[in-house]
């Protein structure tokens, strides 16, 4: 893991452009200005694994951020497109601590096969940081005497939907501890802090902060270069909790969708990402002020660069209904 000395020099141009272009593919900034050897298949910014040659066998992919600390990439489909969901996990002296699962029990099971290919040390924690089914459903890969650590506001979504269906929660979702505001877990020495820095894209995200390491997780609340996706999200609060997560002591910000690059990039590019979601709410807010409802306004909007984003267009018209629903008060209110 690179420290802070041996991270990207960037000039306040430089920053201007990322922030501005609204992050255009075709330029590389840190790349241009040398003062970084960036690995020749991130110098194009996408989520498209194919556009950056990778081709399915190269997943899953697993890289160590810190000693004992890896995330896990493995590609999943939104009908034609094909990208990342990223998972956490940690190896400590007591045992191993994960972060989101992937979206089918066969995923997760890889994932764990995995896992035991590094470690025989046994699972002993899963934090649930976005209570999504491709990050949830295929829970039941994991033993069954592990903690699952939940926000509560999660919590209450996935039990509300299986009372919906006429089924029974999760069995993940019974017994689980509740994380509010923060929770510490010390496993093996080590000091996991899972935190809620406010609402985002589930209005229950947690993400997993590593003080010593200098690693934080930030599940879907941060999506590297994939069009921000906003079924459930709180899209100005959103923008909130970014800002909150950038004032962190943070060496490498770990997204829960696209790729795990350099630790220079991912930090360019979760300003890039808040930055889009800016553009989505913009774009939004202009078509309501001018008088346009909501599927006229789906018609017509266009979102610059974002266009050619990882999931544009299956995601591009919930977006704008959300935001439409933020701005008419329609969203449920903070809970305190």
């Not at 992919?61 to 896990?72: K, T």
């Not at 991912?266 to 774009?283: D, K, N, S």
Request: glycine share 8%; net charge negative; charged share 25%.
């Amino acid at each position: 893991m690179a420290d802070r000395a041996r991270r990207v020099l960037l000039t306040l141009s430089t920053l201007a452009l990322v922030a501005c272009s609204g992050g255009d593919t075709t330029e590389e900034p840190a790349a241009q200005a040398g003062a970084v050897d960036i690995p020749e298949d991130q110098l194009i910014r996408t989520a498209d694994p194919y556009a950056r040659g990778y081709t399915d066998e190269d997943f899953p992919r697993v890289q160590e951020l810190a000693p004992g600390v890896y995330s896990y990439e493995q590609l999943r489909s939104a009908g034609e497109e094909r990208f990342t969901t990223v998972s956490l996990f940690v190896v400590t002296d007591d045992g191993v601590v994960v972060a989101d699962g992937q979206g089918s029990v066969e995923e997760t099971q890889r994932m764990v096969d995995h896992i035991a290919e590094i470690t025989d040390l046994p699972i002993t924690d899963v934090i649930v940081c976005s209570d999504h089914g491709d990050h949830t459903a295929g829970n039941a890969a994991f033993p069954e005497d592990v903690t699952y650590h939940v926000h509560p506001y999660s919590l209450s979504v996935v039990r509300n939907a299986a009372e919906l269906r006429g089924d029974a929660p999760p069995a993940w979702a019974v017994g689980a501890e509740e994380v509010g505001a923060e929770s510490t877990l010390t496993r093996g020495g080590r000091e996991i802090r899972i935190q809620f820095l406010g609402r985002a894209h589930t209005g229950g995200d947690l993400v997993v902060y590593l003080p010593a390491e200098k690693v934080l997780f930030m599940s879907e609340a941060y999506l590297h270069r994939i069009f921000p996706a906003m079924r459930t999200a709180f899209p100005s609060e959103w923008v909130e909790m970014i800002e909150v997560a950038q004032g962190m002591d943070v060496d490498v910000y770990v997204p829960g969708h696209g790729f795990v690059d350099h630790p220079s990039i991912l930090e360019e590019e979760l300003e890039v990402f808040q930055g889009a979601i800016r553009t989505v709410i913009a774009e939004a807010r202009l078509m309501h002020e001018e008088g346009f409802d909501l599927m006229d306004a789906q018609a017509q909007v266009t979102f610059g660069s974002l266009e050619e984003w990882s999931l544009r267009a299956s995601q591009g018209d919930r977006a704008l209904q959300q935001v439409y629903a933020e701005l008419d008060g329609e969203l449920p209110e903070i809970q305190r």
